[in-house]
């Protein structure tokens, strides 16, 4: 026979994850709107965000980064490079490839998204949040910090 009180940590820890990635969903969700990221496509912001963490690099080192074919790559390349936040040099060690960077002006607005969803983040903290609600999310972060470290 099951005692049935065995599962309710497990019960318990099953309703925290699901209200956990809700939650998370409808955060990055916002924080996204307040950016201002447009029509950006998933796999371009990710491609921004990586050359923006890793420096320049080219189509098939991203594509392969990424987990996707080069010719997928350079779909996801072109309409970045048109709007001018990524630009392509001849690479030095191999002049049939190209080197992808970020733009000065696509640095720029990484910047201001990053500043405007801090700028939201921050307002909403201290509008809706008492200053011993925001020691309580302040105590929550930590905690989540110890779920993904690694």
Known sequence: MVDVSDNIPVARASALATEIRALCGKLKRKLRDQAGVGDLTPSQ???LLRLEREGPTTTSNLARLEG????SMGTVI?????????????DPADGRQ?????TDACRKWVEDGRAARQDWLTRALQARLSPEEQDR???AVELLKRLVAE
């Open 45 to 47: 912001t990710s491609v």
């Open 68 to 71: 996707m074919r080069p010719q």
């Open 78 to 90: 072109a309409p970045l490079q048109a709007a001018g936040l990524v630009s392509g040099v001849p």
């Open 98 to 102: 190209t080197l992808l960077s970020l």
């Open 137 to 139: 999310v302040a105590q």
